[in-house]
């Protein structure tokens, strides 16, 4: 298989990437990005411009993308660069995928992911999987974990003290309120990219502890 990876330098991005370039069934990993990334035999790593995506490069040309391109609020700075990465750029990705032939998409989403919702993150994050929807995509798959449990780039000190609480009172806590380790996340959306079963599909926070 054929894989296009977005967002290969984020937390879960990388462990699919691992993942990825390890397992056997995968032949070639195509990750675009903004900065160049460690030389694979399997890999292609273009660098690019996600305002300026290069629509007639022959690697969009694959059997399935994984998408785990997403910001923050405080790195992002306003609402118009937010939705700007977490919706837009996932969602030329899948247009321009598409109209190479590539038939699969797995999203990285979230728990709360709503269209009608009144919380911005949880908004855009429902709009983007409603925008996926309208494209036609063969199989379409969100992945909506909870809380991400691993080790970032970058402090996110709300996140960091959630995480803290729900380490200790996990084991007491609903399924649904647990943290979801990074690894388990990406292991899901990769078995989702690799299966490619036909129609909708949705992963629950619940089912990736």
């Given at each position: 298989?054929?894989?296009?990876?977005?967002?290969?330098?984020?937390?879960?991005?990388?462990?699919?990437?691992?993942?990825?370039?390890?397992?056997?069934?995968?032949?070639?990993?195509?990750?675009?990005?903004?900065?160049?990334?460690?030389?694979?035999?399997?890999?292609?790593?273009?660098?690019?411009?996600?305002?300026?995506?290069?629509?007639?490069?022959?690697?969009?040309?694959?059997?399935?993308?994984?998408?785990?391109?997403?910001?923050?609020?405080?790195?992002?700075?306003?609402?118009?660069?937010?939705?700007?990465?977490?919706?837009d750029y996932p969602l030329a990705?899948?247009?321009?995928?598409?109209?190479?032939?590539?038939?699969?998409?797995?999203?990285?989403?979230?728990?709360?992911?709503?269209?009608?919702?009144?919380?911005?993150?949880?908004?855009?994050?429902?709009?983007?999987e409603r925008d996926l929807e309208?494209?036609?995509?063969?199989?379409?798959?969100?992945?909506?974990?909870?809380?991400?449990?691993?080790?970032?780039?970058?402090?996110?000190?709300?996140?960091?003290?959630?995480?803290?609480?729900?380490?200790?009172?996990?084991?007491?806590?609903?399924?649904?309120?647990?943290?979801?380790?990074?690894?388990?996340?990406?292991?899901?959306?990769?078995?989702?990219?690799?299966?490619?079963?036909?129609?909708?599909?949705?992963?629950?926070?619940?089912?990736?502890?």
């Amino acid at each position: 298989m054929k894989l296009i990876l977005i967002g290969a330098t984020g937390l879960v991005g990388r462990h699919v990437l691992a993942l990825a370039l390890a397992d056997a069934r995968v032949s070639a990993v195509v990750a675009p990005a903004r900065k160049a990334l460690p030389a694979h035999a399997k890999l292609e790593a273009p660098v690019v411009d996600f305002d300026r995506l290069p629509a007639q490069a022959p690697w969009w040309q694959a059997d399935a993308v994984i998408c785990t391109l997403g910001t923050t609020m405080k790195v992002a700075g306003t609402r118009q660069v937010f939705r700007r990465v977490d919706h837009d750029y996932p969602l030329a990705v899948a247009r321009l995928a598409l109209a190479a032939g590539t038939r699969t998409y797995v999203l990285n989403s979230a728990a709360g992911a709503n269209a009608a919702s009144r919380i911005f993150y949880n908004r855009v994050k429902g709009e983007l999987e409603r925008d996926l929807e309208a494209l036609g995509f063969a199989s379409l798959t969100h992945v909506r974990p909870g809380l991400i449990g691993g080790e970032r780039d970058e402090a996110r000190a709300g996140e960091g003290a959630a995480l803290r609480v729900l380490r200790v009172l996990g084991p007491v806590l609903p399924a649904r309120w647990r943290i979801n380790p990074a690894p388990r996340i990406a292991s899901a959306l990769l078995e989702a990219a690799l299966a490619a079963a036909p129609g909708r599909h949705v992963v629950t926070s619940e089912r990736l502890l």
